[in-house]
């Protein structure tokens, strides 16, 4: 890893699914903004594969609808599971592709999950109303803890 911290956003979501596309929506808003030392990464689902697109970052944030979650926005530190059953290489959880990472790449990064409060998962291209309201709360947290990281 080079001497500047990189970090990561993985936003998650399948856009034709309505708010479940809020981490891909909340992830490319955050690249149009350019913040310095953050590469953005989109996709439907979590895999395997991304380990490697991984391995090099110092700091890993998975954004993504939350499910049936009470809080508007949730923020909270991943750790590294000890063992777990793998039923499928298309479709893994945060917590196991983290074990993945630093078992095949040991090192000393942080592992986050920003999950935002959805409430439609109906076929459509928008956001609701409350996951729109969400947007900003999670850009604004995402922002300031992006800044203070690289500083």
Known sequence: MSNSKQICIVGVGNTL????????????ELEKMNL????????????????EDLKEFDT?????AGINQEKEVSFYPVNEQ???????????????LYSLLQKL?????SFYI???QAQ?????ETLSSLALSN?????????????????
């Open 17 to 28: 699914r309505s708010d479940d596309g809020v981490g891909i929506f909340i992830s490319s």
């Open 60 to 64: 890993i944030i998975v954004v993504d």
């Open 105 to 109: 790449y040991p090192s000393n990064r």
């Open 135 to 151: 947007v900003g709360k999670a850009i604004q947290l995402l922002t300031e803890f992006i800044e203070q990281k690289t500083t």
């Open 120 to 124: 439609s998962y109906e076929l459509g």
């Open 114 to 116: 920003c999950a935002v």
């Open 82 to 96: 000890k063992s777990s059953i793998i039923h499928s290489s298309h479709n893994i959880d945060a917590t196991l």
């Open 36 to 51: 310095p030392g953050l590469t953005v990464i989109t996709t439907h689902q979590l895999h395997i594969e991304l380990v």
